[in-house]
């Protein structure tokens, strides 16, 4: 399967996409669709014959609980009504806790990395499984971009993904940009990685941007792609000519000119790279490492202690609890503190009415609520937790404000009979009415 050469579609620069001349094929965030009618963009690119291809973010596939139905149903859904050849997703957890551990459930907002564990392999394979029998095309699964390490990992990402194809057939989606992140952040050789990779099961490739900070890779995709992140996508085409190459773009969005310079840039990089001699040598290495594996059974409680394990490491970065044994302490605040910024800027665009509501004071106001109460639900619920908290912790100084925020809750807390919470903001703006 073919793909060429692609970008990814988001409503910000959906005009600027459709103009685009030599676009192959796009992606699309699978969340940020209905599963029974597409945005009007989207429907003119397919009447023109370029494919979309939906980009899961929210399945955890790499967390300890099994794949939710619901959620493999939405994107199946969304599969069948855009009529693609293949859905992808992420090697990652982003939730844990609940009945496995007997502890609330959490959510990162975020996708964090499962340790290179046998354990953690046993039960992605798992999950794997159960979401290929649930989807109606292929599957192909995203490296992912990392703050922290887990310690005493037993395989290295390379071997950790080879075995993962091994055992379930599941395709690869290379993030360069990513490889290039693990090397800045955790001193990951991108070339030793390609070298332990089966090249030949890439569905496609993504190249983003970012930025260096203090000595941190900050995959920001806010960002023009880097020359260090194309002399990773260099490395590849050595390799492996890809089926699908994608630029990533998801915030700070340029001109639609500077995104076609840099989709030339990508078509320029994979000319000047095309396999080389070498190429073989480097198949022969990556099949050598492979085989080297040792043939092991999985052990009974991969799960149980995959759960608690996530559990530890997510509730100390959202939740505030003690850091697991081995972590780097730094890095994890540093985790930490992206979590918080991140729920702030993505509510910020769910609920854009709070930022204008609380001025200049939102930014400040959401980190001091998220550092204490963690996410368990999605950006919606965050949003209306976070108002109540405002509300029921004293409110604002300014009336006006305080007016507008009490109304704003109201008009979202949908007809159900009243919780405590909902008591007491109601109790607040009767004392405001009052006043």
């Known amino acids: 399967m073919r793909l060429g050469i692609g970008i990814g579609w988001r409503p910000e620069i959906a005009a600027e996409v459709e103009a685009l001349t030599g676009i192959d094929w796009v992606e699309a965030v699978a969340e940020n669709l209905c599963a029974d009618h597409l945005p009007d963009s989207l429907v003119r690119l397919r009447e023109r014959g370029v494919t979309v291809v ?4 929210s399945l955890g596939l790499g967390g300890a609980d099994r794949p939710a139905p619901e959620r493999l149903a939405g994107l199946a859904a969304r599969a069948e009504l855009l009529g693609t050849p293949l859905v992808t997703e992420h090697i990652a957890f982003v939730r844990a806790g609940g009945p496995l551990t007997a502890s609330p459930r959490l959510e990162a907002g975020h996708l964090l990395p499962v340790p290179r564990t046998w354990d953690a392999l046993d039960v992605l394979c798992e999950n794997v499984r159960i979401a290929q029998d649930a989807l109606p095309v292929p599957l192909a699964l995203e490296n992912i971009a990392a703050l922290i390490s887990w310690p005493d990992e037993e395989l290295t990402e390379g071997q950790f993904l080879a075995e993962l194809v091994e055992r379930t057939g599941v395709r690869l989606l290379i993030d360069v940009a990513n490889l290039h ?4 952040n955790r001193g990951e050789d991108p070339a030793k990685a390609l070298d332990e990779l089966p090249v030949e099961a890439i569905a496609y490739v993504h190249v983003a941007g970012g930025i260096e900070k203090d000595g941190v890779w900050h995959d920001t995709h806010a960002h023009p792609v880097s020359a260090p992140v194309l002399d990773v996508l260099a490395e ?7 089926p699908g190459v994608l630029l990533e773009r998801d915030d700070a969005f340029p001109p639609g000119a500077e995104l076609a310079a ?9 000319r000047s790279a095309a396999p080389v001699a070498g190429a073989r040598t480097h198949a022969l290495q990556g099949a050598l490492a492979r085989a080297a594996l040792p043939v092991r059974t999985p052990r009974p409680g991969a799960r149980d202690r995959t759960a608690v394990a996530q559990t530890s490491l997510l509730s100390a970065l959202v939740a505030g609890t003690p850091a697991p044994e081995g972590f780097d302490h730094r890095r994890l605040r540093a985790q930490s503190r992206a979590l918080a910024a991140k729920r702030a800027d993505v509510v910020a665009k769910v609920a854009p009415e709070l930022p204008e509501i609380l001025g200049d004071g939102y930014r400040a106001a959401f980190l001091s609520y998220a550092m204490s109460r963690p996410m368990s639900g999605g950006y919606r619920r965050d949003a209306m937790e976070f108002v109540e908290r405002i509300l029921v912790s004293g409110g604002l100084p300014d009336p006006v404000a305080q007016r507008r925020l009490t109304h704003w809750w109201e008009d979202r807390s949908g007809p159900r009979p009243p919780g405590r919470t909902s008591r007491l903001v109601r109790a607040a703006r009767a004392v405001l009415v009052g006043k």
């Open 181 to 184: 992140t693990n090397h800045v």
């Open 236 to 242: 590849l085409r050595s390799r492996v000519d890809p």
């Open 54 to 57: 939906p980009h899961g973010v």
């Open 262 to 270: 840099e989709l030339e840039t990508i078509r320029g990089t994979l």
